[in-house]
Every structure is written in C-alpha cells, then in structure tokens.
C-alpha cells in the first residue's frame, strides 16, 4: 500500500522558514522522480520543486527559486522542502507526490501518488 505522509507544515511569519518532510511507503522511492505542489484557496494545484530519484537534479517554479530547496534522503523513503524567506502569497496546502515514470514533469496529472498535505500559513 502506498502512502505519502506530509509533515511540518505551521503558522510563521513573513521572512521565516519552514521544512516540509514527506515519508514515503509501499513503491520504489529511490528510482521516482517526488514533486512538491501547492493549492491555494480559490486557486489550481500549482507545482513547486522536483526531483529526480538520485537528486542529481532539481526544477523549481520562478516564484520559489533561490528561496525554497528540495532535497531527499532515498535511506529514509524521505523527500523535503526547505522554505526560506517565506512570503504570504506562499500561504497553501503543500503536497507532496511521486512519479514512478522516470521523466521530469511538472504537470500534477502525470503524478502517480498523493499525500494529504500539510497547511502553511504565512502571515504579514
């Protein structure tokens, strides 16, 4: 049985940090690409960062770049997201998927497993 845990999501202010830890179960984790999305109220489920089943490599969207980090642990079935600098419009549902295809996507419907999420909310 797959599953996909999302954890360490809060309420931090403005320019403060968050990590986000997705464990992971039931699948091949070192050979899948994970992707980090989002979903906003009122808005689509965004894509945030990827990558690669070795870690080798790594996408973000522009509105993260240079703030966020993924980065995994293929000991630990283990996928993360560091989030630096946090702004308001971050404010969403994170969650995390993975994709047993081994090529890049950023779109959520070629994504094959789905955690719950986690909320963060930044506040001004």
């Not at 009122?42 to 990558?51: M, P």
């Not at 994170?94 to 909310?121: E, L, M, S």
Request: aromatic letters at 12%; a positive charge; hydrophobic letters at 35%.
């Amino acid at each position: 049985q797959v599953q996909l845990v999302e954890s360490g999501g809060g309420l931090v202010q403005a320019g403060n940090s968050l990590r986000l830890s997705c464990a992971a179960s039931g699948f091949t984790f070192s050979s899948s690409f994970m992707g980090w999305f989002r979903q906003a109220p009122g808005k689509d489920r965004e894509f945030v960062a990827l990558i690669s089943g070795s870690g080798a490599h790594t996408y973000y969207t522009d509105s993260v770049k240079g703030r966020f980090t993924i980065s995994r642990d293929n000991a630990k079935n283990t996928v993360y997201v560091q989030m630096n600098s946090l702004k308001p419009e971050d404010t969403a549902v994170y969650y995390c998927a993975a994709r047993t295809n081994p090529y890049a996507t950023i779109r959520a419907n070629d994504y094959n497993y789905w955690g719950q999420g986690t909320q963060v909310t930044v506040s001004s």
